[in-house]
């Protein structure tokens, strides 16, 4: 007796995200744009070394532009973001630069929050000079 089991094919429902989050780690060294719901599940991430720039290039504010446009049609043609909370996270040069794109996309920014991490306490001091 063989037992047959049949899979049921459904079809995988596209998600509608009407307003979202996009979190900006803006790095010296690179860029890093991640789209994610209300709850901070990512859902599309893009980053300046993922679209092709290598070395210092990743860094600039045109990576980030690139990086940032690439999540944006992403968030807009499969999930239908509308609205958007920014998150911005470092000191790099592409902070402004990944912010402007949504613009273009007629994405409308509900707030802008920078959650750069500030350092209380600080590192160790050196020790007493010994004579």
């Known amino acids: 007796m063989a037992e047959t089991t049949v899979k049921s094919s459904k079809k995988k429902q596209r998600r509608s995200v ?3 989050q996009y979190h900006i780690q803006a790095t010296f060294n690179n860029t890093i ?3 994610t719901d209300k ?3 990512a859902l599309a991430a893009s ?3 993922a679209n092709g720039f290598r070395g210092s290039k990743k860094g600039t504010a045109y990576a980030a532009q690139i990086a940032s ?3 944006a049609e ?4 499969q999930f239908g973001l509308k609205t958007a909370d920014v998150f911005v996270s470092g000191v790099g040069l592409g902070r402004e630069a990944a912010i402007r794109v949504l613009s273009g996309f007629d994405i409308s920014i509900d707030s802008i929050k920078d959650v750069t991490g500030v350092p ?3 590192v160790r001091p050196r020790g ?3 004579a």
């Not at 992403?74 to 043609?77: E, G, L, M, R, V």
Request: aromatic fraction near 4%; avoid cysteine; hydrophobic fraction near 30%.
């Open 33 to 35: 744009v991640t789209f």
């Open 128 to 130: 007493a000079r010994r």
């Open 47 to 49: 980053s300046a070394g």
């Open 69 to 71: 446009e690439k999540v």
């Open 18 to 20: 009407p307003s979202g």
């Open 74 to 77: 992403i968030a807009k043609s």
């Open 39 to 41: 709850n901070g599940n």
């Open 120 to 122: 209380h306490g600080g």
